[in-house]
């Protein structure tokens, strides 16, 4: 299988290359070199649709896998046009070309596409409404790839950490310097390692089970759930000071809106296929060990 894979030095990026490169598959990431040998152009920006075009039907991959986006959340508040061109742009010239080329397109999405108020898990048949620019923009990628093409795998996911800038990181890094952190206690959703993202990619890559599927490990926690395990596997003695949103953000004020309620019910997984996610608690262990 021939895979084109865009942001691929991202989080997810990273993952997908190792789950795809141990299935032997023939790997072209839009930053690597292969594609300045073969199409003379350093990185491919996806917002650019001409490139785009030009990128697919030159390389012809069967999947194309688009690991892009902007997700820095506060920033994006003050910058919506770089947002819609990244996150809804982006994935709407990836969708084009995909069609234009008969490739299949695998789209990653988020839990921001609900503005979090509902009670229990959101499933791919509740309503969305954003509640951030981020939320938006990528619902409008969501929009854009429904709108121009077919055989699509949109996968909504949530709380992702991998090699990156992401949660998991900030509090081994802030377990250096304080005994005490303080965590948010009333947001909940489910840590999803991107190494686990990436195999259910390649489980879709697969198979002929289009559609839009939500994406994330099995179970839910609150941040500050999530932080306590962060230490105990991580071997630390730094204690979680439970804290509200409310109390939170008068201290660290924030310009996007998180949802309160992030728990994505993986429904569609379950209803179209044998495919699981492993817990959350099992994933993040096998990433402590190591495996990420
Ligand atoms: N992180 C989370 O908690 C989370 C939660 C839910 C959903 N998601 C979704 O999951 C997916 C993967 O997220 P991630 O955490 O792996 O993201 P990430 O680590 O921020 O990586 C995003 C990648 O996209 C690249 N990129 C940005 N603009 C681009 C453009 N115009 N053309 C080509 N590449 C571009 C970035 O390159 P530069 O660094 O060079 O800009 C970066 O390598 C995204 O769709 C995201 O919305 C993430």
Same mark, same amino acid.
């Given at each position: 299988?021939?895979?084109?894979?865009?942001?691929a030095?991202?989080?997810?990026? *990273?993952?997908?290359n190792r789950v795809f490169?141990?299935?032997?598959?023939?790997i072209?990431n839009?930053? +690597?070199? !292969?594609?300045?040998?073969e199409?003379?152009?350093?990185a491919l920006?996806?917002?650019?649709?001409?490139?785009?075009l030009?990128?697919? *039907?030159?390389?012809r991959?069967?999947v194309i896998?688009?690991?892009?986006?902007?997700?820095?959340?506060?920033?994006?508040e003050t /910058?919506?046009d %770089?947002?819609?061109?990244? &996150?809804?742009?982006?994935?709407?010239?990836l969708?084009?070309?995909a069609?234009?080329t &008969?490739?299949?397109?695998v789209?990653?999405s988020?839990?921001?596409?609900f503005?979090?108020k509902k009670?229990?898990?959101?499933?791919?048949? /509740?309503?969305?409404?954003?509640?951030?620019?981020?939320g938006r923009?990528k619902?409008?990628g969501?929009e854009?790839?429904?709108?121009?093409?077919?055989r699509?795998?949109?996968?909504?996911?949530?709380?992702l950490y991998?090699?990156?800038?992401?949660?998991v990181?900030?509090?081994?890094r802030l377990? $250096?310097?304080h005994?005490?952190?303080?965590?948010? $206690?009333?947001?909940?959703?489910?840590?999803?390692?991107a190494?686990?993202l990436?195999k259910a990619v390649?489980?879709?890559?697969?198979? $002929?089970?289009y559609?839009?599927?939500?994406?994330?490990?099995?179970?839910?926690?609150s941040?500050?759930?999530?932080?306590?395990?962060?230490? !105990?596997?991580?071997?630390?003695?730094?204690?979680v000071k *439970?804290?509200s949103?409310?109390?939170? %953000?008068?201290a660290?004020p924030q310009s996007? !809106?998180?949802?309160?309620?992030?728990?994505l019910d &993986?429904?569609?997984l !379950?209803?179209?296929?044998?495919?699981?996610? +492993?817990?959350w *608690?099992?994933?993040?262990a096998?990433?402590?060990?190591? $495996?990420?």
């Amino acid at each position: 299988m021939k895979i084109l894979v865009s942001g691929a030095n991202g989080q997810l990026g *990273r993952a997908v290359n190792r789950v795809f490169a141990s299935r032997d598959a023939d790997i072209i990431n839009t930053e +690597a070199p !292969r594609l300045a040998e073969e199409l003379g152009m350093e990185a491919l920006d996806i917002t650019d649709v001409d490139a785009v075009l030009a990128c697919a *039907r030159a390389l012809r991959p069967d999947v194309i896998i688009n690991c892009a986006a902007y997700t820095a959340v506060d920033k994006q508040e003050t /910058d919506a046009d %770089l947002s819609y061109r990244i &996150n809804a742009v982006g994935p709407r010239n990836l969708a084009i070309a995909a069609e234009d080329t &008969n490739a299949r397109l695998v789209h990653i999405s988020t839990d921001y596409v609900f503005d979090g108020k509902k009670s229990g898990a959101y499933t791919e048949f /509740d309503a969305v409404c954003p509640a951030s620019v981020y939320g938006r923009t990528k619902l409008a990628g969501e929009e854009f790839v429904r709108a121009h093409m077919h055989r699509y795998y949109i996968l909504r996911t949530a709380w992702l950490y991998g090699e990156g800038h992401n949660f998991v990181r900030t509090m081994l890094r802030l377990s $250096e310097a304080h005994d005490t952190v303080s965590v948010v $206690e009333d947001q909940f959703g489910t840590p999803t390692s991107a190494l686990e993202l990436a195999k259910a990619v390649a489980y879709f890559a697969e198979t $002929e089970n289009y559609g839009l599927f939500h994406a994330t490990c099995e179970g839910e926690c609150s941040w500050a759930d999530f932080a306590e395990e962060i230490f !105990r596997q991580g071997g630390k003695k730094t204690a979680v000071k *439970r804290v509200s949103t409310e109390a939170y %953000l008068a201290a660290n004020p924030q310009s996007a !809106r998180r949802p309160l309620n992030s728990v994505l019910d &993986n429904y569609m997984l !379950r209803l179209t296929s044998d495919y699981r996610f +492993a817990d959350w *608690r099992d994933a993040f262990a096998e990433y402590m060990g190591g $495996e990420e």
